[in-house]
């Protein structure tokens, strides 16, 4: 199982990013079309406050050679995908019997050609089909394009099957993503969305852009509109998205809208305002999401409600988000129930988490010690008892990932130029 991760407000991501600027800053710098990310080479281990720098090696099932392929799952299950910078996509098995990737066939490519900006932006989508699902990825930049005048530095696009509330079965939903930061990055963000027909190459915009306001760097902004994975995941028949439009660009805060609306709301409605995180998740029983009460404290609401489901006694800045659960206050609370495991551990004291993935059978936490000291953190969700590790290579985790067998995979990423990866699998 895929465990996103969201880092829930701007202070949060900043926090994040700091963190992994000393190792591997999401900054990438498009000079020519190429992307390339610049982190600082984390420092060895030293003083780490008397703790055992080498323990975390007795819960490691596997550690990968250090290579120059960062592998991030598709949009489906034990499927993964490489892309590089020139737009090379190659897609991987994941075997969970020795926990190595197996390289297999695209099933083929698709030709895309979208407006974005009032500019024609054209990639080459690779993509396969299994489990009756498709999945497929590519990569516009001036370079690969052999554009001499565009405004966008990068664009990327992903493929996936139609949700019933977005569009017709027999097209494709095609994204993208114009934040180069998210190029690395498991999770994207979706600011537009397109209805594709692959039997004719043609794409038409879902959400209409009537209103939408040009960004600093002269494109359409791309928080007007977005979807994430796990808003398409829970997409039901809503036609739910999140939009920045409102806050000012370098805000971060979003409202949840759904398509429909006349006159000056001609291409949105208004649901609520103030999405905590970005979370949004449609059930059977309505439309949950997060947003903050009076006292500035973080809640689940479901839609035209104006009572709580759950409050949580903290702030927006100390709270995260991994699918369907919540890390707050030590404790891993569930949006599906009551649930609720108080994780166990005198260490937690002096712990601040900064990344945060769950199923419901295992937590994975990646923070500080006594504010210095780069830990990670795997807690049964059965029980609440933790088993804690310190090490500066800590610091330079990505994409962590709770596996179908509850096993733990993240990548660390090294070298100068942030382009060397190797991943680990911990029981």
Do not use: W
């Amino acid at each position: 199982m895929r465990a996103e991760v969201f880092i829930l407000n701007k202070k949060a991501v900043t926090a994040a990013i700091a963190v992994l600027a000393v190792v591997c800053v999401f900054t990438f710098l498009v000079l020519g079309g190429v992307i390339k990310l610049n982190p600082k080479e984390p420092e060895s281990d030293s003083e780490n406050g008397g703790y055992d720098t080498s323990a975390y090696l007795s819960d490691v099932k596997y550690q990968s050679e250090t290579g120059d392929k960062i592998y991030l799952p598709t949009f489906i299950d034990g499927i993964y995908y490489t892309a590089d910078t020139m737009g090379n996509v190659k897609f991987y098995d994941f075997n969970t019997e020795n926990d190595t990737f197996t390289e297999r066939a695209a099933d083929g490519t698709y030709d895309v050609s979208v407006k974005m900006s009032e500019q024609n932006i054209k990639a080459k989508v690779s993509y396969i089909k299994a489990d009756g699902k498709t999945a497929g990825y590519g990569l516009y930049t001036p370079t690969i394009a052999g554009d001499t005048d565009s405004i966008y530095r990068y664009v990327f696009f992903a493929v996936t099957d139609m949700p019933s509330g977005m569009g017709s079965s027999s097209n494709l939903l095609l994204l993208a993503d114009s934040t180069e930061n998210n190029f690395r990055n498991a999770e994207k963000l979706y600011g537009d969305q397109f209805s594709f027909n692959p039997e004719k190459g043609s794409a038409e915009r879902i959400y209409s852009e009537a209103n939408r306001y040009v960004g600093s760097d002269g494109t359409k902004r791309a928080d007007y509109a977005v979807v994430t994975d796990y808003i398409l995941k829970n997409e039901l028949d809503n036609s739910l998205f999140i939009s920045g439009r409102h806050y000012a660009e370098d805000e971060d805060k979003y409202d949840l809208m759904k398509a429909g609306g006349r006159g000056n709301n001609v291409d949105n409605v208004l649901v609520e305002e103030n999405v905590v995180g970005r979370f949004v998740k449609a059930t059977d029983d309505g439309i949950l999401y997060l947003t903050e009460n009076a006292d500035k404290n973080v809640v689940l609401k479901k839609v035209d409600s104006d009572e709580a489901v759950k409050t949580f006694e903290c702030k927006r800045d100390s709270i995260f988000v991994s699918g369907d659960y919540i890390f707050a206050n030590n404790s891993v609370y569930s949006v599906n129930d009551d649930t609720t495991v108080e994780l166990k551990g005198d260490f937690l004291a002096n712990f601040k988490a900064d990344m945060f993935a769950c199923n419901g059978k295992t937590a994975f936490l990646r923070g500080y010690i006594d504010k210095t000291n780069p830990a990670i953190v795997i807690a049964d969700m059965t029980t609440g008892e933790c088993k804690y590790y310190v090490n500066d290579i800590f610091m330079s985790i990505v994409n962590p990932e709770i596996l179908s067998d509850s096993t733990v995979m993240y990548t660390i990423v090294s070298g100068s130029d942030g382009s060397a990866f190797r991943y680990f699998v911990v029981k």
